[in-house]
């Protein structure tokens, strides 16, 4: 069973990049039958979506943070990872790494990783 | 949001209630790519329901989903205490993105 853990820094001061990390356990990025993705979340806020990776390396981001994202299989294929450049107060949120099925449907999801941003 | 849901829903033990989530996109036209999501306090979401209709392995029967038009529904028969949570809608939107709707906090009387 897939399991998937966030990793990274609780607070990033303005202006400068977020990096987190998720590492995948009980499975493997073979295949195009999954993608993987970063969702977040505000305080009392909804859900939103950041970009995804699919096994190949082809990446599709949220047209909100286009230029500021960049998401990334790391060569050792046991993780991947989150890039945000330039982060404000508003990028202060929990950020989940998640699994798409084909169909789009999020079935496996990280616990959180809670991020402030802030000087 | 690009999905609009109601803000909160309640229900009695028991009670049947449905969530709207409007503004979904069709791909082909014979099904939606809506999923649901049920979020507990302080938790990650779950996968409930996929497709727009398909339950999630080990999702209780209770929970439905249909849709009609550009507006998807999810219902759940026979509330149940443990069903207090907050409800997502998602969609695959034809500039290759997933959209969430705002969230419908369910509450059980």
Known sequence: QVQLQESGPGLVKPSETLSLNCTVSGGSFSGDSHYWSWVRQSAGKGLEWIGRVYASGITSYHPSLRGRVTISLDSSRTHFSLRLTSVTAADTAIYFCTRSTFVHAIDVWGP???????? | SALTQPASVSGSPGQSITISCSGTSSVDGS???????????????????????????????????????????????????????????????????LVFGGGTKVTVL
């Not at chain 2, 329901?49 to 339950?55: A, F, M």
């Not at chain 2, 080990?58 to 929970?63: L, P, Q």
Request: aromatic share 10%.
């Open chain 1, 112 to 119: 959180g990783n809670a991020v402030t941003v802030s000087s």
């Open chain 2, 31 to 97: 099904y939606k790519l809506v999923s649901w999501y049920q979020q507990h306090s302080g938790k990650a979401p779950k996968l409930m329901i996929s497709e727009g209709s398909r339950r999630s392995s080990g999702v209780s029967d209770r929970f439905s989903g249909s849709s009609s038009g550009d507006t998807a529904s999810l219902t759940i028969s026979g509330l149940q205490a443990e069903d207090e949570a907050e409800y997502f809608c998602c969609s695959y939107m034809d500039v290759s993105t």
